[in-house]
């Protein structure tokens, strides 16, 4: 509903306002909404495990790319990219980063480990930010560890492989 309310709210279509206020500050040069039609150089095809073995992922409608719930096709440049707008807090307001990095409240008064799409935990006591998601035969994880520095062994335990490589990429000089 969020890309829906986006279009409605300022007359653009959600996936051209998340480019010009997110991802071109951002320096996201190839982000992209997945579309079946649109030729992509070195687009990367998504699969699913079935019966017989592994097959493509069955396409999903166009019109569920309306919806801002992921359906992003995104390189390794744009993920770096991301991650130095997330360590330095860039392209949002300040009051933006805030919000984001706060756990939820509930109307019970509680605190929720999760708000705008970050879940969060602790790990080798320091914490932790998540957020991932699937589409069409893809799965993603970005894990961010605020505190600059390494995380230690502990760390490496308990984070997912894909995760792993991720943060030594993004703790690398």
């Known amino acids: 509903m969020l890309g829906v309310m986006i279009s409605r709210v300022t007359g653009v279509r959600y996936w051209d306002f998340l480019r010009e206020r997110v991802f071109d500050p951002a320096g996201m040069p190839t982000i992209r909404i997945n579309t ?7 687009r990367a095809r998504g699969y699913m495990p079935s019966p017989g073995g592994l097959q493509n992922a069955s396409h999903v409608a166009e019109q569920t790319n309306t ?3 992921g359906s992003m096709l995104f390189s390794l440049r744009d993920m770096i990219a991301w ?3 997330v360590r330095s807090r860039a392209v949002l307001s300040h009051e933006s980063w805030e919000q984001i990095t706060t756990p939820m409240v509930l109307n019970s008064g509680n605190s929720h480990p999760y708000g705008f ?3 969060f935990d602790r790990v080798a006591d320091q914490p932790v930010l998540e957020h991932s998601g699937s589409w069409q035969g893809f799965v993603n994880q970005y894990t961010w560890f605020p505190r600059p520095g390494p995380v230690g062994d502990r760390a490496h335990q308990r984070t997912p492989r894909a995760c792993q490589v991720h943060w030594r990429c993004a703790s690398a000089p």
């Not at 079946?36 to 070195?42: M, R």
Request: aromatic share 12%.
């Open 36 to 42: 079946a039609t649109e030729i992509v150089p070195h």
């Open 117 to 119: 799409a970050w879940f």
């Open 67 to 69: 919806t801002a719930d």
């Open 83 to 85: 991650n130095q707008v």
